[in-house]
């Protein structure tokens, strides 16, 4: 059974701040790892894809996978209102082309 | 470019009540899948398509039907509608290059009430 744990939440984090978000993973044949935020109400978006160890940074965003700990996180540095979403983190299978997902992570930014 | 588009956008059925959930996308992808996703959790995914004619089973495809007669349309088919399938379902497209990483584009979702 192929799983991936994300702590629901709520994470509140003050503006300007460190957001960050946590996921493990059940399967040592994930071969990549994605992270989308959900507006409510909306689709998922995706923000950034990882699939080596170690840190991938896209603008305030940093990815980083350890596949020894099976543990994928997702850094947002100076965090804003704008980024109040529930973050989706998935774990692709077959080239990426089969993904499961994650139950979610809420994030609140505090003005 | 309208990338994928659903309809409808929002439906009640009634219980045993069958219905298609229509998913189009014009990005020439040729994967297809199709998700749905319970309040409060992630997405599970019901059915997917690599190319016309081929389709095959996710984590929870039992009470849901699925075709790919053309690259662009990947229709779901719910035959006896159920309280378990209230969700909102969501089509998304892939173009896959062996040895590559794509992208999953999602389109806007179908929010389904069986009541």
């Known amino acids: 059974q192929k799983e991936v744990e994300q702590n629901s939440g709520p994470l509140s984090v003050p503006e300007g701040a460190i957001a960050s978000l946590n996921c493990t993973y059940s399967?040592?044949?994930?071969?990549?790892f994605f992270w989308y935020r959900q507006y409510s109400g909306k689709s998922p978006e995706l923000i950034m894809f990882?699939?080596?160890?170690g840190d991938k940074e896209d603008g305030r965003f940093t990815a980083q996978l350890n596949k020894a700990s099976q543990y994928v996180s997702l850094l947002i540095r100076d965090s804003q209102p704008s980024d109040s979403a529930t973050y989706l983190c998935?774990?692709?299978?077959?080239?990426?082309?089969?993904?499961?997902f994650g139950q979610g992570t809420r994030l609140t930014i505090n003005p | 470019n309208a990338g994928v588009t659903q309809t409808p956008k929002f439906r009640i059925l009634k219980i045993g009540q069958s219905m298609t959930l229509q998913c189009t996308q014009d990005?020439?992808?040729?994967?297809m899948y199709w998700y749905r996703q319970d309040p409060g959790m992630g997405l599970k995914l019901i059915y997917y398509?690599?190319?016309?004619?081929?389709?095959d089973k996710g984590e929870v495809p039992n009470g849901y039907n699925v075709s790919r007669s053309t690259t662009e349309d990947f229709p779901l088919r719910l035959e006896l509608a159920a309280p378990s399938q209230t969700s909102v379902y969501f089509c998304?497209?892939?173009?896959?290059?062996?040895?590559?990483?794509?992208?999953?584009?999602f389109g806007p979702g179908t929010r389904l009430l069986v009541l």
């Open positions: 998935a774990a692709g299978f077959q080239g990426a082309q089969k993904l499961v």
């Open positions: 399967d040592r044949g994930s071969q990549s």
């Open positions: 998304a497209s892939s173009y896959s290059r062996s040895s590559a990483i794509e992208t999953q584009y």
């Open positions: 398509s690599v190319g016309a004619g081929i389709t």
């Open positions: 990882i699939y080596s160890n």
């Open positions: 990005m020439n992808h040729n994967y």
